[in-house]
């Protein structure tokens, strides 16, 4: 007889544990399916995460590399950067194969079953149930969760569409840079990083990981590492290169289909401005499970998933979105002028007091009425960003 279970997850990573513990605490029956032979590998993060998401997601023993306090933000033309320094750690940078690893082994100690190196290869909607074709043989379960992450096959064979705003990027971890160790720096410029930015994230031991998106990404590579040599006179090293993908078009609007979920990356559940996922990992899984026990025990549908999510993020998400439009609207040029613009009108004072980097909603709506007075004063540059501000929204 065919193996079946009551849930199907495919993907262990972080929302894909996280979810199999919520459930097999509960004595659901749970089959967790990881295409790779380790947990939590390749390793294609930059594991900055707030100290909130870390103590509502991680277990009694997290993989902390690095306290973070604040960022230095370059706009396009290298000049004066605007420095958001909390007097205390906001932030931490997270080892995130050890956490994927970590919350792996959490699942299963609840009483789920991983089951690596057994990629799911097809998926199809049966009258009672789902039916997962693996290497391994066939898998039937009531219900199926995709937290495979972005750019695959198996959620648009069940239904679902495409996240948006998928963006390629290249990151390498370096040694002999002077970063501060409690310092995020990130990088503007839309010519060179369409649709996001370049960061550097210190982790510990003078080790420091940086990314690019975008084509030519070992140019690009290469030009952040002579700028930040200039302020230093070691010679930078390079360690490893990952690859990967952020996304910052959003979550998808339509976030269950038959007999199925989708989460995480593979549903866009990022933050639009900076392609961060964990943020919202604890709050989805947490619908995610009471929708499925629903689903179990009452035969209830699963459109309460897709409803209650976006009535809890939807106007985070929106908001994240213009943002991200706008920016992406600008060129190089209107970059700098924005840049003096929002440090003319206290962005760092504002961003310190805000001190939230996962609900940003809020900050947006209150950096953007803070500009305007600084706007008048500039009245050609006020012209130009109303009319960015109009294609973005059009553009949403």
């Known amino acids: 007889m065919r193996p079946h279970y009551e849930v199907l997850i495919i993907g262990a990573g972080p929302y894909g544990s996280l979810l199999a513990n919520k459930l097999a605490t509960d004595g659901v029956r749970v089959l967790v399916l990881e295409e790779h032979q380790h947990v939590g590998l390749p390793d294609h993060c930059a594991g900055l995460i707030s100290i909130r998401t870390l103590e509502k997601i991680a277990p ?14 370059y706009p396009p033309s290298n000049c004066t950067p605007i420095v958001v320094m909390a007097p205390r750690p906001t932030a931490v940078v997270v080892d995130r194969p050890l956490l994927d690893s970590a919350l792996a082994s959490a699942a299963e100690s609840s ?18 149930c789902v039916s997962v074709t693996t290497p391994r043989g066939e898998f039937l379960a009531n219900l199926a969760v995709l937290a495979t992450g972005a750019c695959r096959l198996l959620p648009l064979r069940a239904g679902f569409t495409k996240p948006q705003g998928v963006i390629p990027a290249l990151q390498a971890d370096v040694t002999g840079l002077d970063i501060e160790g409690d310092m995020v720096e990130l990088y503007l410029s839309n010519k060179l990083f369409k649709g996001l930015f370049a960061w550097a994230v210190p ?39 990952y690859g990967g993908a952020v996304i910052t078009g959003g979550a998808l609007r339509k976030l269950h289909s038959n007999r199925t979920l989708v ?20 709050d989805t899984t947490d619908i995610a499970h009471d929708v499925i026990k629903g689903a179990l025990e009452r ?34 040029e209107a970059l700098d ?10 962005f760092e004072e504002l961003a310190l007091s805000w001190g939230d980097m996962d609900r940003q909603a809020g900050f947006i709506l209150r950096a953007s009425l803070a500009s305007i007075g600084a706007a008048i004063k500039h009245p050609d540059l006020a012209v130009s960003l109303v009319l960015s501000i109009a294609r973005a929204f059009f553009q949403l």
């Open 203 to 241: 982790r510990g031991d003078n080790v420091t990981r940086i990314g690019v998106v975008g084509k030519h990404p070992r140019a690009k590579l290469r030009l952040i590492l002579k700028r930040i040599k200039q302020r230093s006179a070691r010679r930078p090293h390079v360690l490893a290169y």
């Open 337 to 346: 002028a924005m840049f003096a613009l929002v440090k003319e009108a206290g």
């Open 60 to 73: 009694s023993t997290s993989p902390v590399l690095a306290k973070i306090r604040g960022a230095r933000i």
């Open 299 to 332: 035969q209830q549908g699963l459109a309460d998933y897709t409803r209650e999510w976006w009535r809890r993020f939807g106007k985070e998400i929106l908001w994240m979105a213009f943002l991200r439009s706008f920016l992406n609207t600008l060129s190089d």
């Open 263 to 282: 989460v995480g990356d593979a549903a866009g559940q990022t933050k639009p401005t900076t392609g961060g996922g964990l943020a919202f990992a604890k």
């Open 111 to 128: 009483g789920a079953t991983i089951m690596p190196a057994c990629p799911a290869s097809d998926l199809k909607i049966l009258k009672h």
